[in-house]
């Protein structure tokens, strides 16, 4: 469960605060997980823009489990300076968020299920349904800070898959 502080830099490793915060997107004082998803939205387009789509899949893919396991390593060493499951610490929306956009790529209507995917993920990420309170609860430490993330991502990945298939 995230602890609502916005934290000071004070002796936490910069290499780790960079990473965690979403390259400065959780310092954000209001809604901080979200300003982190808009930058890794932000990223995922400009690797749609400039990637041929089968390319960025696999380039989403790798990242996105290459994210996971640096995220829950770096979460977890953050968690030492600014306590457990810190709001500064937006890795985790990226995950969320690339998740979903692996099934965005589809001609015209990219953009829309981009936006859904975000729209979706932020809703499940916030209100944590099925089972995402309870990994977020239960499960401690930068796997815990990561997996509810990824619980919200694959959820809202369901969601774009199905209104896809009526575009």
Sequence with gaps: ????????????????????????????????????????????????????????????????IAVTVVGAWTSNIMEKYWGEDPRTVVIDEFIGIWIPALVAPCGENTWLLAILGFVAFRIIDIFKPLGCRWVDQNVKGGWGVMLDDALAGFYSLIICLIVKQFL
């Design 1 to 64: 469960m995230s602890n609502n502080i916005n934290h000071p830099l004070g002796d936490a490793p910069w290499f780790h605060v960079i990473l965690s915060t979403g390259f400065g997107a959780g310092f954000v004082p209001i809604a901080p997980g979200t300003a982190g998803a808009l930058v890794a939205l932000a990223l995922w387009w400009a690797g749609y823009k400039f990637l041929p789509v089968d390319v960025l899949f696999w380039v989403t893919l790798i990242t996105t």
